[in-house]
């Protein structure tokens, strides 16, 4: 089988996938439907993995498949990368929608479009023209669109959020298209090739305009501040391996269109572009890893960190595209490889945190985190897989998070002393951005494990909850491994890393050198050696493990009743809850969270030094959407009440209307001729 | 001992560094403890009570809070072994420990925070009110310091061109006058900030007290008994010596063995020892003077930590 031969194919059997998934009956639809998007994500990592090692792409050319323009496919390393990335959340979340369907959400609309989805995220990054690439990114965005709304008869959230989800989605995409044919009017050409080639040549104002309007178009569907606020809302309403494959994979294509405009067929930018970046991405960090930690409903937590977590790969982004506008090609690479790596590592872990959340759900019924506890004892696997993807997200050795922050570290670091005023000021700006964002991660996740699956139950479903079936449990298991390989042999990856980044980065010789076992950065100094430091850190836990066995008298515990300052019987709502626990962080960042509380009391009538009851109300909205959406949502329809007016269904008013509009145009047209 | 490969002199020099952190460790809170009871007019218990209370918490049971998982046995051990671990690969006595080259400042601080995540995950393991409260303030402390933290680590790299902890006490070894610049000064004071913070000392945290409206790291191991209970003793008092010889090292390294010659190692060693315990007396000193500040004013005190660290980055720029 040639190298196209296999993208065609992938394509099909996904396609397939769909019509099974629709066709079928029910008992059949959705294994049918999961084993052909497997066929199809295996061959579309082949041909990824093919392309990644030889380092030539595959070009493939069809006229007749799409009317005018045609289908134009050019997977070239950079595109490769994010395939395998899709591929890497596509299989697991597939493996848990066998389970997850079991229990509701398997209509047919929701068997014949996920395969779709999983189809379109995979083929974007193999358009090779600005026609194909709309085609495909507008059918991802639809086919997601159509998954969120999937439980929409049980949720009338669901119906919210996939309003909220398709204005953001179709507006960024409409300012992709403007962008990229303002490139292809220039070029003379709709392919991305002919755009690379003419782009350099074009007035530097059109270009920081098309690449302000393409970073707005692609950071809506990255989930950047100031665009996130449909990710809150469509993350947790979409059943999980949609969530899983939203979150992980195409929320990294965002970022992956940024890269292909910025660096593939911009070929760089002046400081201000990167300085931008670099803004929206540290401000996406913090404000998304600030509402993870004050967040108590699981699923919104994931979304908000989400948006952290493409904030860091925009840092890392900026800061090569700031390192290449100074010249320094080997920090601007690093930089590349660092959001790369970021992206690649978030796809693994954010793809097992979505994926147990539906566990969660599925066991539970409930995602918000007031509700649960108790969970490790009743679901251990389940559990501990949750908690090593935590680990993994708040970066702790020697998990893949790590490598990811280590790797920034290293380019802000080295970048520091690069000797630029911009890069002076952006770079410990950033890192600290970073560093907050690390901490408050912390938080976010400490508090979803400790919350979530210790303590005592709060509720009679988190008491009764009884582990998922093992399908749902392999499927987080194969991206929890992901992380823990990622993390222990990262070396793995490194050299497909280096060859998207020399796509997307031509002419800069690569920062990295997979030495062994240990990551070395080249003509930099520093080395790191995950495998090394996993293997010591094991040893070290066996060891005092064995010195406790040996130093304790006793080693056998007994088991007690915990403390509870001489109260007998503890009852779970004497335990901290979600709310609770975030409560110094939201009074620590009290003005930018700015939550609402609320407390009524009412007194006893007798006396009002005696209270007969008290509710207080506290919840942490989102800002920008109060701050920025409502108000602007609140003067359309206000614009539209006053519209109504001309509306009196009269039709002589209207034919009045049709006759003025009339008799204004051929007067404009006059004035103009 | 000139015979001796490189390899196995550095391991020995790691195993020496990890039993001096594990063994003086505890002697340095019960030399801090000592300075502060005779500065209050008090005899205080000797110096090496620790160990005694350590040795005595070993000899009795362990308890489990019926509600525990297992990540409650697990924590205590993960602290000391994830301290242990950072002591074999950074540069205390030698600059040329086990695995340096691969001894990071943010490797270190990574490392570090895995201890502290478990314990913060085992307070709310047992479902207690105590423990939430403990691991809230715990996280929020930790969160609010690490922008200092790394900020500091970026002042303190540029001298090196390298995180490289060896690396940047090499290069302080070779140029004396890079401890004078204000760039350093001001990371340093940071740095100073921070471990306080970290390691749960005055005014940041009260490790003497179990009142339960201000303690913070108290609380959240408060279900621990016997042997836990000496582990987490333990793996403080190693995180308090290991911040303290990384930071006496930042200030004046001199001293610290450049091969692994053992003559060379064992003076290392007792230079360590004398700067950390002048380190110790001296933050004691600094403890008897002042009280521990209110929860929400913590963050203040870490702010200025932070500004210091920018400061440190930004001086360094300007005096290029």
Known sequence: MTDGTLIVAGAALGLGAGVSGAALPRRFRVTAAATLVWGACALEAAAAVHVLATGHPIVLRSAELLPFTGVDLVLNPLGALFVLLVAIVAVPATLHGIGYAQHGSATRSATCVFPIFVTTLLLVPSAGSVATFMVLWELMALTSLVLVLVDHGRSQAAQSAAAWYAVFTQGGAALILVGLLVLAAHANGQSFAAIAHHARHLAPAVRGLVFVVVLVGFGSKAGVVPFHVWLPKAHPEAPSPVSALMSGAMVALGVYGIVLVGDDLLGGGPVWWWLVVLGLGGASALFGSLHAASSTDLKRLLAYSTTDNIGLALLALGASGLFEATRHPLLASLGLVAALVLVLNHAAFKGALFLSAGSVQVATGTRDLDQLGGLLRRMPQTGALFLVAAAAITALPPLNGFIGEWLLFQALLHGAASGNTASDIAVPLAVAAMALTAGLTVVAFVKAVGIGFLGRPRSEAADGAVEVPITMRLAVGLLVGACIVLGVIPTLVFPAVERAVKTALPGVGTALLAHGVDVQLVGLRGVLAPATLAGTMTVAVLVVLMLRRVLAHQPAPRVVEAWGCGRQLQTARMQYTATSFAEPVQRVFDDVLRPVQDLDVSHVAESRYYIEAATFHNAVDDGIERGLYRPVIGAVRRWGQAARALQPGSVHRYLGYGLGALVLMLAALAMIA | ?320
């Not at chain 2, 019926?66 to 671990?85: E, G, M, S």
């Not at chain 2, 950074?90 to 502290?116: E, I, K, M, Q, W």
């Not at chain 2, 500091?152 to 540029?158: D, E, G, M, N, Q």
């Open chain 2, 1 to 320: 001992m000139s015979g001796i490969s490189p390899m196995i002199g550095a391991g020995i020099a790691s195993g020496v560094q990890v039993v001096a952190v594990g063994v003086g460790g505890p002697m340095l809170v019960g030399a801090m403890r000592k300075v502060r009871c005779r500065l209050e007019g008090r005899v205080g218990p000797p110096i090496l009570q620790p160990l005694v209370d350590i040795r005595k918490l070993f000899r009795k049971q362990r308890l489990r809070p019926d509600q525990a998982t297992w990540i409650f046995p697990l924590a205590p051990v993960a602290l000391v072994a994830t301290v242990a671990v950072a002591a074999v690969i950074t540069p205390l006595a030698t600059t040329r420990p086990a695995l340096g080259s691969g001894s990071d400042l943010f490797v270190l601080v990574y490392l570090l925070s895995v201890g502290s995540a478990l314990l913060e995950l085992e307070g709310l393991d047992a479902g207690t009110a105590f423990g939430g409260m403990g691991s809230s303030r715990a996280v929020t402390i930790g969160a609010l310091a690490e922008p200092a933290l790394l900020v500091t680590i970026l002042a303190l790299s540029a001298t090196a061109h390298s995180s490289n902890l060896p690396a940047i006490v090499r290069a302080t070894l070779g140029d004396p006058g890079s401890v004078a610049t204000p760039q350093r000064l001001f990371a340093l004071g940071s740095l100073l900030i921070v471990i306080v913070a970290e390691s749960g000392r005055l005014p940041v945290d009260n490790p003497a007290t179990h009142l339960e409206l201000t303690m913070v790291h108290e609380a959240m191991i408060l279900e621990y008994a016997g042997p836990d209970l000496a582990l987490v003793t333990v793996g403080e008092a190693m995180r308090l010596t290991l911040l303290l010889g990384v930071f006496v090292n930042l200030v004046a390294p001199w001293g610290v063995a450049t091969t692994t010659h053992v003559s060379a190692i064992a003076i290392g060693l007792g230079a360590l020892g004398a700067k950390v315990a002048v380190v110790g007396v001296v933050l004691a000193v600094f403890e008897v003077s002042m009280a521990k500040v209110r929860l929400f004013r913590i963050p203040e005190l870490l702010a200025g930590a932070f500004v210091l660290a920018l400061l440190g980055v930004v001086s360094g720029l300007v005096v290029r």
